[in-house]
DNA sequence: CGGGATCCTTATGGATACTG
DNA sequence: CAGTATCCATAAGGATCCCG
């Protein structure tokens, strides 16, 4: 193990260790988070929202392409619903509805910039290993 | 808007367009990513090799708790197929396996202490704003 | 326009039994 | 010990129709 990937790890340990010490409801709120945030959608609409600043509900439905109006309802509800978002209805016709990013929401994407940056350095890696791993599988 | 805020969102744009910049396979290879890392197990593994370096299937499954051995084995196979854990073979009976985290491995586990970190930072805001939202639907 | 309600298909995951 | 194979329940998610 090189310096480099020992220092690495102990940087590694001390935030695991900072970031879960001893609180069940933490742990439970991210496998919480990550779940709504892995469902296909959430991370999306958070990215467009980020970008655009503020939009309504077909604006959004417009950047995130393939989504149905079912999931993208349910999508921002839950969202609303943890405070990631602010919904804004204006009482005209035909009906206006406005969303944006709260600080929170704002603070999540941050939060996974991380990773983003993450998989774009690590692409080719995974790439590589999952074609490696096929060939075995398919060889023995 | 404070400038904290302001500054806050500048920082999270130039991420934001640095780690997405026009490659649709970065785009694709998060939510894939974000998908197997939510899928309620591959965290939870991460953070245990993480922690303890290297452990046989028992030893993960013991500190798992609630994990079926079928997901555990589909959890470390497509680890392994994305070259986040490397499995080793002893060849003697009873079988022994070891599992260990790649670099890569505890790289991803690097990236998403941000996400752990936001998540308890803003725990308590995230269940206040849920206490809210449902005591607005109940009221009307 | 911004949804709600319904139906239906598929994906996910647990329990269980068996094996080298 | 470390899986594989099978079955089954539930949930996620898309398509569609309807409404204020």
């Known amino acids: 193990m090189s310096i480099d990937t020992a220092r690495h790890e102990e940087v590694r340990r001390k935030l695991a260790a900072q ?28 990215d467009v929202l980020a970008e655009h600043g503020e ?40 009906p206006r509805v406005e969303y944006r990013l709260t600080d929170l929401g704002l603070g999540l994407g941050d939060a996974f910039c991380g990773v983003w940056i993450w998989a774009e350095r690590n692409l080719e890696k995974i790439e590589q290993a999952r074609a490696e791993f096929d060939a075995r599988e398919r060889g023995g």
């Open 19 to 46: 970031a879960r010490q001893a609180d069940p409801r933490v742990e439970a709120l991210v496998n919480e988070i990550i779940g709504r945030v892995a469902d296909k959608w959430t991370m999306i609409v958070i």
């Open 55 to 94: 939009l309504r509900f077909t604006g959004i439905a417009r950047r995130v392409p393939g989504i149905s109006q079912r999931m993208l309802t349910r999508t921002l509800r839950q969202m609303e619903r943890e405070g990631l978002v602010q919904r804004t209805v204006h009482p005209v016709v035909p």
